[in-house]
């Protein structure tokens, strides 16, 4: 089965930069695109950025455009996400996520990395 496992969570200063890495092992698959995702306690989870695999089209959601940025390794079904000026509202666990050619939605998950930004 794919297996997605996220890395490089910490804890950060406000105005601080992460940089997340994830990837993908197990039965190979063809990716239409992968992304991020957070979800802070007690709040809904909250898209944060996807990379369309073959073109590198990227899509970033409102409270991280100019701030966060996606990247991928096309071959190594690897995917970063680059986080600049960080603020304390950033703070949650970041998820990634694989949205497999054939599926409606993304329908692979990792377990998340936990980002921690202190004021």
């Known amino acids: 089965q794919v297996q997605l496992v996220e890395s490089g969570g910490g804890l950060v200063q406000a105005g601080g930069s992460l940089r997340l890495s994830c990837e993908a092992s197990?039965?190979?698959?063809?990716?239409?695109?992968m992304g991020w995702f957070r979800q802070a306690p007690g709040k809904e989870g909250e898209f944060v950025a996807s990379?369309?695999?073959?073109?590198?089209?990227?899509y970033y959601g409102d409270s991280v455009t100019g701030r966060f940025t996606i990247s991928r390794e096309l071959r190594k079904y690897k995917v970063y996400l680059q986080m600049n000026r960080l603020k304390p509202e950033d703070t949650a666990v970041y998820y990634c996520?694989?949205?497999?050619?054939?599926?409606?939605?993304?329908?692979?998950w990792g377990q998340g990395t936990q980002v921690t930004v202190s004021s």
């Open positions: 996520a694989a949205h497999r050619v054939g599926a409606q939605q993304y329908d692979a």
């Open positions: 197990g039965r190979p698959f063809a990716a239409y695109a």
């Open positions: 990379i369309r695999w073959s073109g590198g089209t990227t």
